[in-house]
């Protein structure tokens, strides 16, 4: 029930769903005062949540910066990268990855590197038409192909979101690795919530984040003035971020 009622909540806190009812209720209403405010609401919020510059300063407040890969002076039992940033076309055979590629690109790197033994993938489906599709299981596939060696491969499944990332991959790890270390990687922007579980069920994670969404403080005329799409996204991806960890907070999840 908590996962249907996310993905309503999700999409009810988007901006542009927001910038869509106040067009079509000023639209649709008689009452002219109350037809030119909502006309004008719309069109502010449309230039807010489409400001590069103003999502980049939200973004980047809480985005989460941590170590780098020269930073690491030690071996990791595992590192632990959370699913999200695939799927898988069966029509064409294939995997279609998406933006946050990064979590994977970087689980690799830390393991080639030799600053992890082992890989483990912890990603069910976050998919509500789609339950069967796991990602842990189809990425295994990947790696094997790949060259990485089967034995250097740990895969958690079941999971449906963070919180149970950290319980289903605590409960694996804690049965072949007691007491290890480990490497957290995941997007910047969801590191705070992925952390505070992980840490709440008692593993000693070391945060690795990637696919950052802000960059360095910029002040062209188009990143000041120019409405862009692409913050909208963020936008969207922000407040659900904000909503889940408080929500997180508030059941005690982190």
Known sequence: MFFFLSKILFFLTTPIVWIFGLLLWGILTKKDILKKRLLWASLICFYFFSNAFIADEFVRAYEDRSITYSDITKTYDVVIVLGGFSNFDSKQNLIQFHSATDRLMAGIKLYKTGKAKKIMISSGSGQLMNPNEKEALFIKSYLLDIGIPEKDLIIESESINTRENAVYSAKILNNEYKNGNYLLVTSA??????????????LSITPFSVDHQSGPRKFLFDHLFIPDSDSLRRWQMLIKEWIGFTTYKIMGYC
Do not use: E, L, W, Y
């Open 189 to 202: 922007f969801h590191m705070p919530r992925a952390k505070s579980c992980f840490t709440k069920v008692g």
